[in-house]
């Protein structure tokens, strides 16, 4: 069972930047689909990012395009999310997810595709 743990969070001023990790618990040669989404308070989980490792393919929310970054490590079995120009519309709990199989298309976002989930790292970000 592979377990995820997210670091990296923290508080940030408007314009800052911060890099999300997640690091998977055990190495698998199995290619997965990895994900980044975010909950802030009274909201649904949506997702911000992701990516299959298998190919290198991303994918991203409108809303993120040309300010994050989502990329992978297989040496040290890490996933990132490096976050610029952050907004206080970003405030979020960050979460990484992870299911052994590609995702297509619009897919990606829904959480009920994921298998794996981590517990969660807080952004903040204050204007």
């Known amino acids: 069972q592979v377990q995820l743990v997210e670091s990296g969070g923290g508080s940030v001023q408007a314009g800052g930047s911060l890099r999300l990790s997640c690091r998977a618990s055990?190495?698998?040669?199995?290619?997965?689909?990895m994900a980044w989404f975010r909950q802030a308070p009274g909201r649904d989980r949506e997702g911000v990012a992701s990516i299959y490792t298998g190919s290198g393919a991303t994918y991203y929310a409108d809303f993120v395009k040309g300010r994050f970054t989502i990329s992978q490590e297989n040496a040290d079995k890490t996933l990132y999310l490096q976050m610029n120009g952050l907004e206080p519309e970003d405030t979020a709990i960050y979460y990484c997810a992870a299911v052994p199989r590609p995702l297509f298309g619009g897919t990606w976002s829904r959480t009920s595709k994921y298998s794996h989930w981590g517990q969660g790292t807080q952004v903040t970000v204050s204007s």
């Open positions: 055990k190495y698998t040669y199995e290619p997965y689909h």
